[in-house]
């Protein structure tokens, strides 16, 4: 198979050049009153005499086949008609030239009366030009639930799974492909997100208030993003300047609360300081104040604490190409848990009773430098870099495990055309600066000292290749090199095809290679909140740093088919991937219940992935979503090929989502998780045994809300739901917990919901 990808990669990378004898490219304009010119998107553009058209892309370039003949017309003479609502239609005869531009003039009275929407756009919803699995939440679907961070952004989305990390920190990581959240490329904005020390914590440091949208990759991502992306990408995109005005946000405030005594307050506000400058300010806090123990473990089911977070950006934009937007966030996170009766001004390390503490400070600046050329609007160059402080101090028991990561990364992007529209490539400069120093100390049981420390200096290359073959072919090819200062040259080529086999029917294919470090410790901090003992094994041995970089390839497919049925819309989509690991750090649960063991992979390790989705209006203004989805992921632990641990093999979803013409809303979301393999109990005395695997269950969320007022001037929503509503729960969620200094104190072995049901409420309220 990667001699096949690579002689796929090297055929379409070298020769560029398609057959475009029989294509005409253009691109639609506008002109200003300055005399600048601006793409327009979605224009319209088909032969006179014929049904044989398309549309211009978000760059105003469109690309058409020659008609057969014109119907309307002596055959000698091509007409095209390019229309775009609000302008007047143009019609151009075509004559020996396959590249035109077109500049569209507005109606001489454009002003609209009233009008009635009768199509609308799917929150979630899969670009058809695109030849990657990229599908996109936006901010109608994040509405569906309450969404208080992104970790809960995902609960109508049937792709990604989010889990607890462990019982007792309030963690949560996500699941894509089977795989564990870190090898899926969380990024923000195209810059560097929820990596390195905050693995654990970072899906927490993103308020759900603030983001604008999600797109979710399946698969290998693009070389322009970097190196890491194994599983697929989740990008966020946060409310920005020219967004927020747009949407007509320009104060935003969202307030919640729940049964468990969670509060918390969001604020975006938006002013338009001048015509070229413009500043957001988005601030949020939270805070658990009430002390929950569900299962009388006499242990804390969801930490106490609070969060600070807050965003300040500036854009600059001199509406002739050249853009600038930076700005700087900061955030203190604190939780506090354990024990029911622990007291941290008293009991903290203490030996008798038993209580966390994680205090994280992060501080990051970024900046995004733009210039777009205006007569040739297909040709652009970008910079954007973005620097990070990261400090964490934690103790779990009588463990105590303090970081600090410093990292600096620089993206550097040219993109244009080789002769015409039909050949596109962007290429570029990369640069990742990653300063880690760790240290673990556990006294008591199993005493235990390391400080990792390590330095990460990335250069790199890339170059990507879009060849517009017909309108019915798309293929992309990616190549980029890296110098790793620890591991040496990466190479990283990937490709992505899409053909369209029909008007409705979409076939995407793509495959890649992904590399990554492994930060064992803070991708994995639940470990240090139970007893077993952390063996680290096949590590430098100077600098204790993994001795290989984690290597995936990733193989994927999807087939798209967009129906109506009874004249309503609907789409069906199935994909199926596979992830084979050349190599991995092993964590290993299952050799001894009272031992974590770290180690290079030394056999197989692979997830394969097949996942089918229906989306439909089944009355208007009622959609369903159906989804069901098996996993089969195994990895070679202490010579055994065996099933990862607490993974769904299958998983069934379904969500209802309606809208009432006065403005009431309606979700309802209903998972099915299957059974999960449970990592090995059996040496354990009885009363410290589980059973070898779950049991499959149900979980049930709902959400009511009501609008008022006007979208683009004032408007309030209200909303009430209930998550969980069969309060069905892990009950065993801790073993031993009556002895937390024991040798089989274990807090890792988590496979369902840790709390019941929980209902909130909250009110949402923007001005313009």
Same mark, same amino acid.
């Given at each position: 198979?990667?001699?096949?990808?690579?002689?796929?990669?090297?055929?379409?990378?070298?020769?560029?050049?398609?057959?475009?004898?029989?294509?005409?490219?253009?691109?639609?304009?506008?002109?200003?009153?300055?005399?600048?010119?601006?793409?327009?998107?979605?224009?319209?553009?088909?032969?006179?005499?014929?049904?044989?058209?398309?549309?211009?892309?978000?760059?105003?370039?469109?690309?058409?086949?020659?008609?057969?003949?014109?119907?309307?017309?002596?055959?000698?003479?091509?007409?095209?008609?390019?229309?775009?609502?609000?302008?007047?239609?143009?019609?151009?005869?075509?004559?020996?030239?396959?590249?035109?531009?077109?500049?569209?003039?507005?109606?001489?009275?454009?002003?609209?009366?009233?009008?009635?929407?009768?199509?609308?756009?799917? *929150?979630?919803? =899969?670009?058809?030009?695109?030849? !990657? %699995? #990229?599908?996109?939440?936006?901010?109608?679907? /994040?509405?569906?639930? +309450?969404?208080?961070?992104?970790?809960?952004?995902?609960?109508?989305?049937?792709?990604?799974?989010?889990?607890?990390?462990?019982?007792?920190?309030?963690?949560?990581?996500?699941?894509?492909?089977?795989?564990?959240?870190?090898?899926?490329?969380?990024?923000?904005?195209?810059?560097?997100?929820?990596?390195?020390?905050?693995?654990?914590?970072?899906?927490?440091?993103?308020?759900?208030?603030?983001?604008?949208?999600?797109?979710?990759?399946?698969?290998?991502?693009?070389?322009?993003?970097?190196?890491?992306?194994?599983?697929?990408?989740?990008?966020?995109?946060?409310?920005?300047?020219?967004? *927020?005005?747009? =949407?007509?946000?320009?104060?935003? !405030? %969202? #307030?919640?609360?729940?049964?468990?005594?969670? /509060?918390?307050?969001? +604020?975006?506000?938006?002013?338009?300081?001048?015509?070229?400058?413009?500043?957001?300010?988005?601030?949020?806090?939270?805070?658990?104040?009430?002390?929950?123990?569900?299962?009388?473990?006499?242990?804390?089911?969801?930490?106490?604490?609070?969060?600070?977070?807050?965003?300040?950006?500036?854009?600059?934009?001199?509406?002739?190409?050249?853009?600038?937007?930076?700005?700087?966030?900061?955030?203190?996170?604190?939780?506090?848990?354990?024990?029911?009766?622990?007291?941290?001004?008293?009991?903290?390390?203490?030996?008798?009773?038993?209580?966390?503490?994680?205090?994280?400070?992060?501080?990051?600046?970024?900046?995004?430098?733009?210039?777009?050329?205006?007569?040739?609007?297909?040709?652009?160059?970008?910079?954007?870099?973005?620097?990070?402080?990261?400090?964490?101090?934690?103790?779990?028991?009588?463990?105590?495990?303090?970081?600090?990561?410093?990292?600096?990364?620089?993206?550097?992007?040219?993109?244009?055309?080789?002769?015409?529209?039909?050949?596109?490539?962007?290429?570029?400069?990369?640069?990742?600066?990653?300063?880690?120093?760790?240290?673990?100390?556990?006294?008591?049981?199993?005493?235990?000292?390391?400080?990792?420390?390590?330095?990460?200096?990335?250069?790199?290359?890339?170059?990507?290749?879009?060849?517009?073959?017909?309108?019915?072919?798309?293929?992309?090819?990616?190549?980029?090199?890296?110098?790793?200062?620890?591991?040496?040259?990466?190479?990283?080529?990937?490709?992505?095809?899409?053909?369209?086999?029909?008007?409705?029917?979409?076939?995407?294919?793509?495959?890649?290679?992904?590399?990554?470090?492994?930060?064992?410790?803070?991708?994995?901090?639940?470990?240090?909140?139970?007893?077993?003992?952390?063996?680290?094994?096949?590590?430098?041995?100077?600098?204790?740093?993994?001795?290989?970089?984690?290597?995936?390839?990733?193989?994927?497919?999807?087939?798209?088919?967009?129906?109506?049925?009874?004249?309503?819309?609907?789409?069906?989509?199935?994909?199926?991937?596979?992830?084979?690991?050349?190599?991995?750090?092993?964590?290993?649960?299952?050799?001894?219940?009272?031992?974590?063991?770290?180690?290079?992979?030394?056999?197989?390790?692979?997830?394969?992935?097949?996942?089918?989705?229906?989306?439909?209006?089944?009355?208007?203004?009622?959609?369903?979503?159906?989804?069901?989805?098996?996993?089969?992921?195994?990895?070679?632990?202490?010579?055994?090929?065996?099933?990862?641990?607490?993974?769904?093999?299958?998983?069934?979803?379904?969500?209802?989502?309606?809208?009432?013409?006065?403005?009431?809303?309606?979700?309802?979301?209903?998972?099915?998780?299957?059974?999960?393999?449970?990592?090995?109990?059996?040496?354990?005395?009885?009363?410290?045994?589980?059973?070898?695997?779950?049991?499959?269950?149900?979980?049930?969320?709902?959400?009511?809300?009501?609008?008022?007022?006007?979208?683009?001037?004032?408007?309030?929503?209200?909303?009430?739901?209930?998550?969980?509503?069969?309060?069905?729960?892990?009950?065993?969620?801790?073993?031993?917990?009556?002895?937390?200094?024991?040798?089989?104190?274990?807090?890792?072995?988590?496979?369902?919901?840790?709390?019941?049901?929980?209902?909130?409420?909250?009110?949402?309220?923007?001005?313009?």
């Amino acid at each position: 198979m990667k001699q096949i990808f690579i002689i796929l990669f090297v055929i379409f990378f070298i020769y560029p050049k398609g057959y475009s004898q029989n294509m005409i490219r253009g691109i639609v304009l506008e002109e200003s009153t300055k005399g600048t010119f601006t793409p327009i998107m979605g224009a319209t553009a088909f032969w006179l005499g014929t049904n044989e058209g398309t549309q211009s892309d978000t760059s105003g370039v469109f690309k058409l086949s020659y008609p057969q003949q014109n119907v309307a017309l002596d055959s000698s003479r091509k007409y095209l008609i390019i229309r775009y609502l609000g302008y007047t239609s143009d019609t151009i005869e075509i004559k020996n030239d396959d590249k035109i531009s077109v500049i569209l003039a507005q109606e001489a009275n454009h002003s609209l009366q009233e009008i009635e929407v009768t199509e609308r756009i799917n *929150s979630t919803f =899969l670009n058809s030009l695109e030849p !990657l %699995n #990229t599908k996109t939440m936006s901010e109608k679907e /994040l509405f569906k639930a +309450a969404c208080c961070n992104l970790s809960e952004s995902f609960e109508t989305n049937p792709s990604v799974d989010v889990n607890f990390a462990d019982a007792v920190s309030g963690a949560k990581q996500i699941q894509m492909l089977g795989l564990s959240g870190i090898y899926t490329q969380l990024s923000n904005e195209n810059l560097p997100g929820t990596r390195g020390l905050a693995a654990n914590y970072g899906l927490g440091y993103i308020p759900g208030s603030w983001i604008e949208s999600i797109q979710v990759t399946k698969g290998a991502g693009s070389v322009a993003n970097g190196y890491e992306s194994i599983a697929g990408q989740i990008n966020v995109e946060l409310k920005k300047t020219d967004i *927020s005005m747009k =949407l007509g946000e320009r104060l935003f !405030l %969202n #307030t919640y609360a729940n049964d468990f005594g969670r /509060l918390e307050a969001n +604020a975006n506000y938006t002013q338009k300081i001048s015509p070229k400058w413009a500043t957001t300010l988005l601030l949020h806090g939270n805070g658990q104040s009430m002390k929950i123990d569900q299962n009388k473990d006499n242990f804390l089911d969801i930490p106490l604490g609070y969060q600070v977070n807050g965003i300040n950006r500036w854009k600059y934009d001199n509406n002739k190409g050249f853009m600038v937007q930076f700005g700087i966030k900061a955030l203190k996170d604190y939780r506090l848990g354990g024990e029911m009766n622990f007291d941290e001004s008293k009991d903290k390390l203490s030996k008798n009773i038993y209580g966390l503490g994680i205090n994280t400070e992060r501080l990051e600046a970024f900046t995004k430098i733009g210039y777009v050329f205006p007569q040739k609007k297909y040709k652009s160059i970008g910079f954007m870099a973005s620097a990070l402080s990261h400090k964490t101090d934690n103790y779990f028991g009588q463990t105590v495990y303090n970081a600090n990561q410093e990292s600096i990364y620089a993206n550097l992007i040219y993109q244009s055309i080789i002769d015409n529209t039909q050949h596109k490539f962007r290429t570029g400069l990369s640069f990742l600066l990653d300063n880690y120093d760790e240290k673990l100390a556990q006294i008591g049981y199993n005493p235990l000292k390391l400080n990792l420390k390590r330095t990460e200096i990335v250069p790199g290359a890339f170059m990507e290749y879009t060849w517009l073959a017909s309108s019915k072919f798309t293929f992309v090819a990616g190549l980029r090199a890296d110098y790793h200062n620890l591991y040496g040259v990466f190479f990283t080529p990937r490709i992505h095809a899409k053909y369209d086999a029909t008007e409705n029917t979409q076939i995407r294919i793509s495959a890649g290679r992904g590399q990554r470090t492994a930060n064992m410790l803070a991708e994995n901090m639940g470990i240090l909140a139970r007893s077993r003992q952390v063996n680290i094994l096949n590590l430098n041995s100077t600098q204790n740093y993994p001795s290989q970089a984690e290597i995936g390839w990733n193989y994927g497919m999807s087939i798209s088919q967009d129906f109506r049925l009874n004249y309503k819309k609907g789409n069906v989509t199935l994909d199926y991937y596979r992830t084979d690991f050349q190599n991995q750090v092993v964590v290993d649960y299952d050799k001894s219940p009272q031992q974590i063991n770290f180690y290079n992979l030394n056999g197989l390790s692979f997830s394969n992935s097949v996942q089918v989705e229906l989306n439909y209006e089944i009355i208007k203004r009622l959609d369903i979503r159906v989804a069901y989805r098996l996993y089969d992921v195994q990895t070679t632990y202490h010579g055994l090929l065996l099933q990862r641990p607490l993974i769904a093999q299958n998983r069934a979803f379904i969500n209802l989502a309606y809208s009432s013409k006065n403005n009431w809303k309606f979700d309802y979301t209903l998972t099915w998780n299957g059974t999960k393999r449970i990592p090995n109990t059996q040496s354990n005395p009885l009363a410290y045994k589980n059973d070898a695997y779950s049991p499959d269950y149900f979980v049930m969320n709902a959400q009511i809300s009501k609008s008022f007022g006007n979208q683009m001037k004032k408007w309030l929503d209200l909303y009430i739901g209930v998550e969980n509503i069969g309060d069905f729960r892990q009950q065993d969620l801790i073993i031993a917990s009556s002895d937390p200094f024991g040798s089989y104190f274990d807090t890792s072995l988590i496979w369902g919901p840790i709390v019941g049901r929980m209902v909130y409420v909250g009110a949402r309220f923007k001005i313009k």
